[in-house]
C-alpha cells in the first residue's frame, strides 16, 4: 500500500522552530516530487511549498520562503520540513503529499495523490 505519514508535530512557542518529517512506504519517494500542504482552523487547505526528486522547490506561498527549508533524505525515504520563526499564524494541520506529476512539482497544490493523515502544529505561549 502506497502511503505517507507525517511526524514532527506538536506545541511550539511563537519564534520557536520545528521539523515536520514525511515518511513514505510502498514506493520509493525519490522518484516523485513531494508537496507539504497545511489547513489552518476555518480555513480551507493551502500549499505551502513542493521539492521535487531533484530538489528543485516549488514555492505555493512565496510570503514564506526564508522561513521554511525543504529536504530529501532518500535513504530512509523521507521528505522534512522544516519551520522557523513560528507565529500563530501557522498553527494549522500540516500534510506532506505526492505529486501526480511524477518527479516534477505541480502548478497546482491540488495535483496530489496520496495524501498524509496530517501533523498538528500549534504556535502558543
Known amino acids: 500500500q502506497e502511503q505517507l505519514v507525517e511526524s514532527g508535530g506538536g506545541l511550539v512557542q511563537p519564534g520557536g522552530s520545528l521539523k515536520l518529517t514525511c515518511t513514505a512506504s510502498?514506493?520509493?519517494?525519490?522518484?516523485?516530487?513531494i508537496g507539504w500542504h497545511r489547513q489552518a482552523p476555518g480555513k480551507e487547505r493551502e500549499g505551502v511549498a513542493c521539492i521535487g526528486s531533484y530538489e528543485d522547490i516549488k514555492w505555493y506561498d512565496d510570503s514564506l520562503k526564508g522561513r521554511l527549508v525543504l529536504s530529501r533524505d532518500n535513504a530512509k525515504n523521507t521528505v522534512s520540513l522544516e519551520l522557523f520563526n513560528l507565529s500563530g499564524e501557522d498553527t494549522a494541520v500540516y500534510f506532506c503529499?505526492?505529486?501526480?506529476?511524477?518527479?516534477?512539482?505541480?502548478?497546482?497544490?491540488?495535483?496530489?495523490?496520496?495524501w498524509g493523515q496530517g501533523t498538528q502544529v500549534t504556535v502558543s505561549s
Open positions: 510502498g514506493f520509493t519517494s525519490s522518484y516523485y516530487a
Open positions: 503529499a505526492r505529486s501526480r506529476s511524477g518527479p516534477a512539482c505541480p502548478l497546482s497544490a491540488n495535483w496530489y495523490e496520496p
